[in-house]
Nanobody
Framework: QVQLVESGGGLGQAGGSLRLSCAAS????????VGWFRQAPGKDREFVVG????????IYADSVKGRFTVSGDNAKNTVYLQMNSLKPEDTAIYYC???????????????????WGQGTQVTVSS
């Protein structure tokens, strides 16, 4: 199993940047595919980005493409979500999740992920 802890959320300004971290323990991220999701108050959970640890398959939601970048640090067993050009509509609780690399379903399907972090709040002011 893997345990996930998100951090780095907070208050950002429109047009500014934040970097979220997802630290894993138990197993390395190399054993999993990793997804970032977000959920705004009163709205459904939304896919942000999914990535295989090898980096050979990365998919961004259209709403964040060109603004957000996902990356990883094997030594720290941590995945990062760099968020640039923030918009007020980016306000949400952000979650990282992990699933077996053997799963071939689309990254955007949250129910295919077995492990979830506790979430970190991102608030973007205009």
């Amino acid at each position: 199993q893997v345990q996930l802890v998100e951090s780095g959320g907070g208050l950002g300004q429109a047009g500014g940047s934040l970097r979220l971290s997802c630290a894993a323990s138990g197993r390395t991220f190399s054993s999993y595919a990793v997804g970032w999701f977000r959920q705004a108050p009163g709205k459904d959970r939304e896919f942000v980005v999914g990535i295989s640890w090898s980096g050979d398959n990365t998919i961004y939601a259209d709403s964040v493409k060109g603004r957000f970048t996902v990356s990883g640090d094997n030594a720290k067993n941590t995945v990062y979500l760099q968020m640039n050009s923030l918009k007020p509509e980016d306000t949400a609780i952000y979650y990282c999740a992990a699933r077996s690399r053997s799963i071939s379903a689309s990254y955007h399907l949250g129910y295919t992920y077995d492990y979830w972090g506790q979430g970190t709040q991102v608030t973007v002011s205009s």
